[in-house]
């Protein structure tokens, strides 16, 4: 069973600019949610989508959007580009129905901005 | 805010020794506790899990303990091995939300 996949692995920008992630879930997960992660500071909740609805959001500006395809692949968008940008962005997947599942994660994508 | 704290951003124990990984969370919603380990260039990978109806989960040698009146939980891996080496990370959830809750993260080092 494949696991999450996140394109590209590796990704270079500069400030100002805009990028978009990928990620393809665990087959028949229906839920998608995005994380960001810097040194020292764990794993930061971005935004959780399912059923192509975003359901849950966390604490980040405006600048960072998301969405879902009906095949639940997500992509997240950055605009305007800072150099705090750059992260570990991490995408994990889980059934999302009712009760406690573990989320699967992708191995990210490592955004640096110069 | 930080709901979910892991206050030792290390630990170094000997093969074959017990490793004890603690987390503090301060979210009374939270009922739904995981651990998670991270080796460098790739995702964190699901290792165990506990639900609030629980004191304790056990899987091999990995064993999770919630002590709920505390807002407290630790990982045992007993024995430990060199290949248990990598970040470790504890999150929560609450009532099935996606949105999970992250500690910082403790290296673990297991020597030989």
């Known amino acids: 069973k494949a696991g999450v996949t996140q394109t590209p692995r590796y990704l270079i920008k500069t400030r100002g600019q805009q990028v978009t992630l990928s990620c393809s879930p665990i087959?028949?997960?229906?839920?998608v949610s995005w994380y960001q992660q810097t040194p020292g500071q764990g794993l930061q909740f971005l935004f959780e989508?399912?059923?192509?609805?975003?359901?849950n959001k966390g604490n980040f500006p405006g600048r960072f959007s998301g969405r879902q395809f009906s095949n639940s692949r997500s992509e997240m968008n950055v605009s305007t580009l800072e150099l705090g940008d750059s992260a570990l962005y991490l995408c994990?997947?889980?059934?999302?129905?009712?009760?406690?599942?573990?989320?699967?994660f992708g191995d990210g994508t490592r955004l640096s901005i110069l | 805010d930080q709901q979910v704290k892991q206050n030792s951003p290390s630990l170094s124990v000997q093969e074959g020794r017990i490793s004890i990984l603690n987390c503090d969370y301060t979210n009374s919603m939270f009922d739904y506790f995981l651990w998670y380990k991270k080796y460098p260039a790739e995702g964190p990978t699901f290792l165990i899990s506990?639900?609030?109806?629980?004191d304790k989960n056990e899987d091999g040698r990995f064993t999770v303990f919630l002590n709920k009146s505390a807002k407290h939980l630790s990982l045992h891996i007993v024995p430990s091995q060199p290949g248990d080496s990598a970040v470790y990370f504890c999150a929560a959830s609450a009532q099935g939300a996606g949105d999970m809750r992250f500690g910082a993260g403790t290296r673990l080092t297991v020597k030989p």
């Open positions: 994990a997947s889980s059934p999302g129905g009712l009760g406690n599942q573990p989320q699967h």
């Open positions: 506990i639900s609030s109806i629980k």
């Open positions: 087959s028949g997960h229906r839920s």
């Open positions: 989508y399912f059923s192509e609805t975003q359901r």
